[in-house]
């Protein structure tokens, strides 16, 4: 009776996985044990600092906003499943690769964007929200 209680929950557990959705999100959020940072800004990293200024000058490029203007709604580390930073363009290639870098949310007159980066080099816009 054992045996078949074991082959069970195997069974049950193999079917559970395979029911698991393939695509997801694309992006899971470190444990880091940090909570998001969100204004006051606070005690932050010095890759958050770099990466939070990368971000709203990507903004401001985009927007023709001036970066005075730009209010931090967030910042929060994140591991993305490839080197598209969980904004793959449609037809391009990325290495499968976890990369770990921060979702950055900004809001511009009531209009809120998140951008992704690695851990300082690149920051893209994934999605006006």
Known sequence: MRVAEIVLWAT???????????GGPTSTPTPTGRPAVTEPMGSMTPAEARVLEMAKQELAQRTGADPSEIVVQRIEPVDWRDS????????KAYAQVITPGFRVVLEIQGRSYELHSDQGTRVVLCQPQ
């Open 84 to 91: 598209s930073l969980g904004c793959p363009a449609p037809g």
């Open 12 to 22: 049950l557990a193999g079917v559970v996985a395979a029911c698991a959705p393939m």
